[in-house]
């Protein structure tokens, strides 16, 4: 399913992140910004390598993803402090 333009939009404001990790992510079944706050960097890397067939993401790809989760991970948090 491919990703909602304004999911894309939130991956691609991620530093490091751009329209080519949004597009990884969507290859491997990353439906949503908020699906990454509970991912790991590593497995997603792992992941995009296989369905890739080949180790095209490196360490620094790696880095793009974790910067992508933590982002997501700090959205979630202020959303949840914004409930009374």
């Known amino acids: 399913m491919p990703l909602p333009k304004s999911e894309r939009a939130k991956i691609e404001a991620v530093p490091l992140c751009g329209p ?3 597009d990884f992510l969507e290859l491997i079944g990353v439906e949503s910004f908020d699906a990454l ?3 790991d960097a590593g497995a997603l890397r792992l992941a995009v390598n296989a ?3 080949r180790p095209l993401i490196n360490a620094m790809g790696e880095r793009a993803f974790q910067n992508a ?3 997501a991970r700090s959205s979630r948090r202020r959303r949840g402090s ?3």
């Open 82 to 84: 914004q409930r009374f």
């Open 69 to 71: 989760i933590e982002a």
């Open 51 to 53: 369905a890739l067939g």
């Open 20 to 22: 080519r990790t949004a």
């Open 37 to 39: 706050a509970d991912a």
